[in-house]
Structures are given as C-alpha cells and as structure tokens.
C-alpha cells in the first residue's frame, strides 16, 4: 500500500491526493488452498437476464437479485442493446440456456434459447418457479 500522487499526476499533469494497496492474488489463492478453505464455485451461468432500455435496469437488477436468492446462478446484460444480440451472446458465446425478456407492463418472459421458445409472460416469482422446474 501507500501514496499514489504521483502516479496519477503523471498522466493528469497535476498531483492528485490518492492511496491505494494491492494483493497477490496468486498467493491469497496458495494460501486457502494450503489451508484447505474450499473456494466457493458458482457453476455456470443458467440465466440471462436481458435489458433493452436504461429504464428497465432497476427492474432488471431487481429480478436477478431474486432469481439469485432462489440459487439461480445468472448474468445480467450491463448495458441496453439490441434484443437479438443480447440472446445470440447469451446462446451462443455464453452457452446460456435460458433468457428472461422483461415486458414494459412490469412482466417477464423466459426464453429457451436451445429451443428457441418463448413462454408466457409472468411474474418474477413465478419465473424463479418455473426456471427452477425446467432445470430440475
């Protein structure tokens, strides 16, 4: 750890007040591994939470916290863009197998991507219900 003033004022021109630390990763890792603390695994993602609108990122956000608590393991796209894109990356880049389409009306819509079907829209309670049913 330490001063880091002069580090930022090389690249701004001026010196800025900054601290800052870092960590051997690689270290930290040999080290739980010589204790035997087991390093949690999130399995792969089962769930993309899609966004279309930077209106709709409080609600997204929102509905992955809940599918989370229900011990989905799920990815939310950062960013608005384009629906097709989002479902290709989620497909076919991150081998995703299911979507969650928000609706303007406050509903979502799951989307199987391997079947390339959608369901109903429904509420988010009853989509953890039933994505936690289709991957049972």
Do not use: C, W
């Not at 603390?37 to 709709?56: D, H, N, R």
């Amino acid at each position: 750890g330490g001063r880091y003033d002069g580090l930022i004022g090389r690249f701004l021109g001026t010196p800025v007040p900054a601290v800052g630390f870092s960590i051997g990763f690689e270290r930290l890792l040999l080290v739980l591994r010589e204790q035997n603390i087991p390093l949690a695994s999130t399995g792969s993602p089962q769930v993309f939470v899609t966004l279309t609108e930077a209106a709709q990122q409080g609600q997204a956000f929102a509905l992955a916290t809940t599918l989370r608590a229900k011990g989905l393991n799920v990815v939310v796209q950062p960013e608005p863009g384009k629906l097709v894109s989002q479902l290709k990356t989620a497909d076919e880049v991150l081998r995703i197998p299911f979507a969650v389409l928000l609706e303007a009306d406050g509903k979502v819509t799951i989307k199987d991507l391997k079947a390339r079907a959608s369901g109903q829209p429904m509420t988010p309670n009853e989509v953890a219900a039933d994505l936690l049913h289709r991957l049972a």
